[in-house]
């Protein structure tokens, strides 16, 4: 069983910067993939940027303006956004798979709102 927490989100104007933070009840320094995952209301959950082995993966929407990356030391996810824009907005999920075919780990999610 693993726990994640995300922090980090909060309200912000257009055009701004907000880094969330995603700390593990666990090691993830050899998981297969942990990241990022976001869900506007009405609307699927979509991916935005997350570490698959040795590989950063990163939905076109964001390239650019978020950054992932990770302390290990810290069992911690973070992603750096910049130049955050209104449809930005949504709840962002922390995810976790230890292995390939194992259960996802979802953290609670923490609320970003960009106003426009």
């Known amino acids: 069983q693993v726990q994640l927490v995300e922090s980090g989100g909060g309200l912000v104007e257009s055009g701004g910067s907000l880094r969330l933070s995603c700390v593990a009840s666990?090691?993830?320094?050899?998981?297969?993939?942990v990241g990022w995952y976001r869900q506007a209301p009405g609307k699927e959950r979509e991916l935005v940027a997350t570490f698959t082995g040795g590989r950063r993966d990163y939905a076109d929407s964001v390239k650019g303006r978020f950054t992932i990356f990770r302390d290990n030391a810290k069992n911690t996810v973070y992603l750096q956004m910049h130049s955050l824009k209104f449809e930005d907005t949504a709840v962002y999920y922390c995810?976790?798979?230890?292995?390939?075919?194992?259960?996802?780990?979802w953290g609670q999610g923490t609320q970003v709102t960009v106003s426009s």
């Open positions: 666990a090691s993830i320094a050899n998981i297969y993939m």
């Open positions: 995810k976790l798979l230890r292995q390939p075919f194992d259960r996802a780990y």
